[in-house]
């Protein structure tokens, strides 16, 4: 393709162009640079046609011939600029997610989270349920808050590393066939 264009672009430049008549049909295909200096001046038209309530109106007027090239431009273009936009958010969302102010907001929030699900544990054990109600209560009470994190395992998880599963082994174990635990780990 590289070869194809520079071809081009030396039978452009080596004979002067007096409008699209002057251009074959290869050429013209292959004319993707709509704003190639061998091109002549007269070969795109831009016009503005009205003007009310803040609305421009454009005319554009290009042969025939470069109506596809000019179009793929365009798209082209537009999808670049969706491109960059694109990196200009992430990039921006990275910038924030990596600064000292959010990184503190997620710790701070990580160890509500840690809090209340050990003082909704502490309340329901004091109550008297058994150990393996207590994680799916305590479960239900996170998402009638509508916590992001109510999950039961994602609970499980927290108390064990908060160690208040500890004592509780027996009582966890059984549920399954022969007195196996139905998921392995517990």
């Known amino acids: 393709m590289a070869a194809r264009l520079q071809k081009l672009n030396d039978s452009l430049l080596d004979r002067p162009l007096k409008g699209v008549a002057s251009m074959n049909k290869q050429s013209i295909s292959y004319a993707t640079n709509?704003?190639?200096?061998a091109l002549p001046d007269d070969l795109l038209k831009f016009?503005?046609?009205?003007?009310?309530?803040?609305?421009?109106?454009?005319?554009?007027?290009?042969?025939e011939g470069?109506?596809?090239?000019?179009?793929?431009?365009?798209?082209?273009?537009?999808?670049?600029?969706?491109?960059?936009?694109?990196?200009s958010k992430l990039?921006?969302?990275?910038?924030?997610?990596?600064?000292p102010e959010?990184?503190?907001?997620r710790?701070?929030?990580?160890?509500a989270y840690i809090k209340e699900v050990c003082s909704i544990f502490d309340s329901?054990?004091?109550?008297?349920?058994?150990?393996r109600k207590v994680i799916s209560d305590t479960n239900n009470a996170l998402k009638k808050q509508?916590?992001?994190?109510?999950?039961?395992?994602?609970?499980?998880?927290?108390?064990?590393q908060e160690g208040k599963l500890k004592g509780f082994s027996q009582e966890l174990k059984g549920g399954g066939r022969h007195g196996e635990s139905k998921r392995k780990g517990i």
């Open 124 to 131: 329901l054990i004091k109550k008297g349920v058994p150990a």
């Open 102 to 105: 959010e990184i503190k907001r």
């Open 34 to 37: 709509l704003f190639h200096p």
């Open 146 to 160: 509508g916590h992001v994190w109510a999950d039961y395992y994602l609970t499980e998880h927290t108390l064990r």
């Open 91 to 99: 990039a921006k969302n990275i910038s924030v997610a990596n600064s």
């Open 47 to 63: 016009e503005s046609v009205s003007y009310s309530n803040n609305i421009v109106a454009l005319t554009l007027t290009l042969p």
């Open 66 to 87: 470069l109506l596809k090239p000019y179009t793929e431009v365009l798209s082209s273009l537009t999808d670049f600029v969706r491109f960059l936009a694109y990196k």
């Open 107 to 111: 710790k701070g929030f990580k160890e």
